[in-house]
């Protein structure tokens, strides 16, 4: 089993990632999208938000649901948010309440799927990376800059 500190910081890390890549962007590079059809980079912010805040309203509902989406429905389709400051508020105090809500788990008490409480975290960080793996490629045929590669890996050499 992962020690839960190990997992919670690296779940602090990955949010440092999050915010380094949010900081780069501007609005106008949100509604890069994917090649071959796929979510725009405000629509992978606001994917990733929301799993997190699925997961962990499976661990403690109380604690997650209140929190805000990312997106509205709007005439049959999905918008998502486009004001970066809202988006790194909403990230920064969903990742807070899934971490405080596996730290706070008694062992075996939710419907999660994952073993314990530390392994609730570990696939929202692989999802996490994997979305921010398909918004470079969302930027770079946009004709944007890309983040530098130094602020993305900062974190995680600390």
């Known amino acids: 089993m992962p020690e839960p500190t190990s997992v919670l910081t690296a779940w602090a890390r990955n949010l440092e990632v999050d915010r380094a890549l949010l900081r780069h962007l501007t609005p106008e590079m949100l509604s890069a999208r994917t090649p071959g059809g796929g979510f725009t980079v405000g629509q992978h912010l606001a994917h990733m938000v929301g799993v997190t ?20 429905e709007v005439g049959g389709s999905f918008v998502a948010e486009s004001d970066l400051a809202r988006i790194d508020d909403v990230l920064g105090r969903t990742a807070a309440a899934a971490a405080a809500a596996t ?11 994952h073993a314990d409480a530390p392994a609730c975290l570990i696939p929202m960080l692989v999802h996490d990376a994997h979305h921010r793996g ?5 930027l770079k045929t946009a004709g944007h800059p890309l983040p530098e590669e130094d602020a993305l890996w900062a974190p995680w050499r600390s």
């Not at 699925?54 to 997106?71: A, F, K, T, Y």
């Not at 730290?103 to 799927?113: I, N």
């Not at 398909?134 to 969302?138: E, N, R, S, T």
């Open 53 to 72: 805040k699925h997961w962990g309203m499976l661990i403690d509902p109380e604690r997650l649901e209140p929190l805000p989406d990312l997106v509205e």
């Open 103 to 113: 730290e706070a788990r008694p062992e075996g008490s939710s419907d999660s799927p």
């Open 134 to 138: 398909q918004i470079v490629p969302a």
